[in-house]
């Protein structure tokens, strides 16, 4: 083989252990950033559950629950999505999963959309396809402000509650464990509660301090605030998993590749040395002939 | 011996408590409120204040609450707090810097927020440096 493919194998060789090394530190990277988020998804999970029941415990015990945000409307004819996707790219097939998931989403609810863009990834999307989000939020930090949150949860439920939508939808990816996370669609508003019809005289065994309804007042904001708030951990969550999984597996077929090219490598510069050889031995032959 | 049940204590942020115990005292919006095992079921609204536990063994224990949920009920009581601090957790310096800003907002009348707001942050800093300083001279 020539010299000159020896040289170029190598710095195959070379620039592919540049790229191993990025990939592995990006992997480090997704690994920590997937801690500090994991640890703040962990820590509200249990008061986001037990929020959702102490809601669903407190409406279902009510008579008459004369409060709008309860209110499913018969006929809906436009609804509002929020789409979380990922801040960047580089993490295998979260966010197509979402795009898929969002076409198919479509499919099962064709009434026009307003769209609420969160994560750059969603934003680009949108621009893509020639859709205008009603809003969008970029840049989206782990340690996401109370005040954000409720910013954006106010402007929610206004657009709710003055009927430009009927329904609220998120859509986002559930964070299980590091390597399982799945697209999934919640409905966000009307607050969805179980109907516990057989237990309609329930109520009188239940005191209230104060009354229902004041404590609702409260309840209900932080219950949408919490919630959402969870929503965005989730799928901050899955898109660092997602990350460091695909740069892991970047990292290790780098390796495979490193290693079936210094195969090559080393039986090109074998294959050069032995045919100088016998190039040496041949004109020596040759001499003494 | 006094019967015992289940107490919480959750925030969004951890759960600061989570044990057996036999009596709890609670902020309630009406004033505070005891529970022993057997309580009638009960939904309240708590202000900001002092939770005082006392545990099976005799021994006392207390959390600072800025407010929340309660959900009482004869085995089980859980608290849904907006914040909450174990006495250990709290420190004065952070207190009395919340304090501070809560009581220069009220003075400015900052925008953006209603005067309900405002007054129920001052009270849940005044509740929490209160607590802290009490804390470090026992």
């Not at chain 1, 409406?59 to 609804?79: C, K, S, T």
């Not at chain 1, 934003?123 to 954000?148: C, H, I, Q, R, W």
């Not at chain 1, 904001?221 to 999984?245: D, G, I, K």
């Not at chain 2, 989570?18 to 939904?43: D, F, W």
Request: hydrophobic letters at 40%; one cysteine or more; glycine letters at 6%.
């Amino acid at each position: 083989m020539a010299i000159g493919s020896i040289k170029s194998i190598r710095t195959k060789i070379r620039s592919i252990g540049n790229i191993k090394k990025i990939t592995r530190a990006m992997e480090m990277v997704s690994a920590a950033k997937l801690r500090k988020v994991q640890e703040r998804l962990m820590a509200v999970r249990p008061y986001a559950s037990r929020i959702t029941s102490f809601l669903t415990g407190l409406a279902g015990r009510v008579r008459n629950l004369d409060f709008p945000l309860f209110q499913g409307r018969d006929h809906v004819r436009r609804i509002g999505v929020v789409l979380v996707m990922g801040e960047k790219g580089l993490c295998g097939s979260f966010n197509s999963n979402m795009l898929r998931f969002y076409g198919e989403f479509q499919k099962k609810h064709p009434v026009p959309v307003d769209l609420t863009a969160i994560g750059k990834k969603t934003v680009d999307m949108a621009k893509k396809s020639g859709v205008t989000p009603v809003d969008s939020y970029v840049n989206l930090k782990t340690d996401v402000s109370f005040g954000e949150i409720q910013s954006w949860t106010n402007r929610l439920i206004a657009s709710f509650l003055d009927g430009t939508v009927d329904e609220v939808w998120v859509l986002y990816t559930e964070y299980m464990n590091a390597v399982t996370f799945r697209p999934r669609a919640v409905k966000f508003l009307p607050v969805e509660t179980e109907k516990t019809e057989g237990k309609e005289d329930s109520a009188g065994d239940y005191e209230f301090e104060p009354s229902p309804k004041e404590i609702l007042d409260r309840l209900i904001p932080r219950y949408v605030q919490t919630t959402f708030h969870r929503l965005l951990l989730e799928s901050m969550s899955s898109e660092h998993a997602a990350r460091m999984n695909a740069m892991h597996n970047a990292t290790d077929n780098a390796k495979d590749l490193v290693s079936s090219l210094t195969l090559i490598y080393n039986k090109a510069r074998q294959a050069s040395i032995t045919k100088e050889l016998l190039d040496i031995v041949g004109g020596a032959e040759a001499l003494r002939g | 011996m006094a019967k015992e049940f289940q107490f919480e204590v959750v925030t969004p942020e951890r759960t600061v408590f989570s044990k057996s115990v036999t009596s709890v005292i609670m902020p309630a919006h009406e004033g505070y409120l005891g529970v022993l095992a057997g309580h009638a079921p009960l939904l309240a609204l708590l202000q900001p204040g002092e939770i005082v536990i006392r545990l099976p063994n005799g021994e006392q224990e207390e959390i600072v609450v800025a407010g929340g949920f309660a959900d009482v009920g004869p085995k089980k009581c859980l608290i849904l707090a907006d914040a909450a601090e174990t006495p250990e957790q709290v420190s004065v310096e952070r207190a009395r810097k919340a304090y501070d800003k809560a009581r220069q907002a009220m003075s400015e009348r900052k925008p953006g927020h209603s005067l309900e707001e405002l007054e129920l942050a001052l009270k849940r800093a005044e509740n929490r440096l209160k607590f802290a300083q009490r804390r470090k001279k026992a």
